[in-house]
């Protein structure tokens, strides 16, 4: 049976470390997790039709559009947190998708509850931005991270299971 979107979050960590990923914040869609893929040619002149073999795949920025979130006590996170990770370092981030999906929000501190369904692992950089405004819209930003190798996905639970809490702010 299909399985709902909802119950899907946005994790990092620092790259190169094993310490447990945190949460980032709210999404409110994912990208396509499938490279483009390049086709090398290789047709010869007694070939009847144009032939090929599969080559390096490439991947575009992921980009995650988000709410303007202020109130970290109602929801986990804000979008001061987000931009913290702008241009910041290199990172290791995660979609983490759940089933029986619950979230709570404790003194500003998001926690969640689940089956793992599936993950999505990948090493770059993010960036940070607000995205366009209009009338009678909602303050929406865009958190574009970049492919700095492959991408790892599983089904079910990850080696990983630690679900971490919101980003420490300094505070």
Known sequence: MAKLTYGTILEYRAFGTDEAYKFLCDIKNTPAFMPEVNRVETTTLSDPVETNVLGIGRFSDFDFTINIEDDKNLVGWTFEDVLKLDRSGIYEFRV??????????????????????????????AVVGLNESEVDGINEGTISVSTSSPIVIKMGDPKDTSIATAPETGE
């Open 96 to 125: 983490e998708s759940f089933k029986n999906f619950e979230k709570k929000v404790d003194g500003g501190v998001a926690t969640f509850k689940g089956t793992p369904f599936y993950s999505v692992v990948w090493v770059g950089e």
